[in-house]
């Protein structure tokens, strides 16, 4: 039976702070375009970067960022800002 490995899910938890913080400038947090920009990411981490616990894990963060932030940017969740795109442009 496959499946997610325990210690890539935690790892990917541990990571996902570190990434997010690393691309608020570039590109906002919480908003449709970061959420994008972050989805799109890790898909191409997964696609590009092999295949390893630390690939997967730096992929799976990534996605479950962005999807947070298409999410908050999409339906105005969690932000008093009604701009999807949350200053990113």
């Known amino acids: 039976m ?11 938890g541990v ?16 908003n449709f375009v970061s959420g994008a920009v972050k ?13 390893g616990i630390a690939q997967d894990s730096v992929a799976i963060a990534l996605v479950v960022d962005g999807v947070e932030d298409l999410m908050r940017g999409l339906f105005g969740m969690g ?6 795109f949350g200053g990113a442009l």
Do not use: C
């Open 2 to 12: 496959g499946g997610v490995p325990l210690e890539t899910m935690l790892l990917a």
């Open 15 to 30: 990571v996902k702070p570190f990434t997010e913080q690393a691309l608020v400038p570039v590109v906002g947090d919480g």
């Open 39 to 51: 989805t799109i990411g890790g898909a191409a981490v997964s696609q590009f970067a092999g295949r």
């Open 79 to 84: 932000g008093s800002n009604a701009d999807p």
